[in-house]
């Protein structure tokens, strides 16, 4: 349940003493002088997978919600997260050209939340990016909508609001996280939580690894030190 948030290179080298010597190139009109490249970093090159991590997707079942819905009316390969009631439904409709389809999360019930969730199998250690398609609907605020993450079992997370103004084009929202050793599985939330009632168009889902870390939080503030107090 998601917690709310308010806020090999290919050639022949000669091993020297301090490192590898490049034979001087053949066949060349300008003389080429002789440079000597340190062993560790030749091979660091030789090594495949240094110099970029390699991005994998991860499989998701209908992530474009093309395969429309089941007799529960929820979308093919996708969960009802929470409440149920006239107020909070998701439903799979037209939102683009050629009758492409989206998920459409309506939240009108301040104190329920809705949306839908998808748990694929994920390994620790590796980092993880999920990403959606979002719009807005005219005239109804979509704050309180949010992309989660999390890693089972430890049931840490990563998330972020989906909300944006727009309203004739989708934006592209995405969160980043590492998963904790020992992960087995991981969770995708599309959803709404309590308090807000906003309405959401949600496209294009997708899972990927092998992106490189999300930047570290900022430090903590440092309280200021005063060597002499102020007389009142």
Not at 140 to 145: L, M, N, Q, S, V
Request: proline letters at 12%; a neutral charge; hydrophobic letters at 35%.
């Amino acid at each position: 349940m998601p917690e709310h948030h308010r806020t090999p290179l290919n050639a022949t080298v000669l091993a020297g003493k301090h490192g590898v010597l490049l034979p001087k190139a053949r066949h060349t009109q300008q003389k080429l002088k002789l440079r000597i490249i340190p062993l560790s970093v030749c091979l660091l090159l030789a090594m495949p997978g240094t110099m970029s991590a390699q991005i994998v997707d991860i499989p998701l079942k209908n992530p474009s919600f093309e395969q429309g819905t089941d007799q529960a009316g929820l979308p093919v390969g996708w969960t009802r997260y929470s409440g149920n009631g006239d107020g909070l439904r998701v439903s799979v409709i037209e939102a683009g050209p050629d009758n492409a389809k989206a998920l459409f999360i309506e939240d009108d019930d301040p104190g329920s939340e809705v949306g839908v969730t998808q748990t694929v199998p994920l390994k620790g250690g590796l980092v993880y990016e999920a990403s959606v398609s979002v719009r807005g609907v005219e005239k109804t605020a979509p704050w309180g909508a949010y992309l989660q993450l999390r890693f089972l079992p430890s049931h840490k997370y990563v998330q972020t609001a989906l909300g944006t103004d727009e309203t004739d084009a989708f934006d592209q929202i995405s969160i980043r996280g590492v998963a904790p050793p020992g992960t087995e599985k991981g969770t995708i939330y599309l959803y709404t939580h309590k308090g807000p009632t906003p309405k959401i168009v949600v496209d294009s889902v997708r899972l990927v690894s092998g992106v490189t870390p999300p930047p570290p939080p900022p430090p903590d503030p440092v309280p200021p030190v005063y060597s002499q107090l102020k007389d009142l």
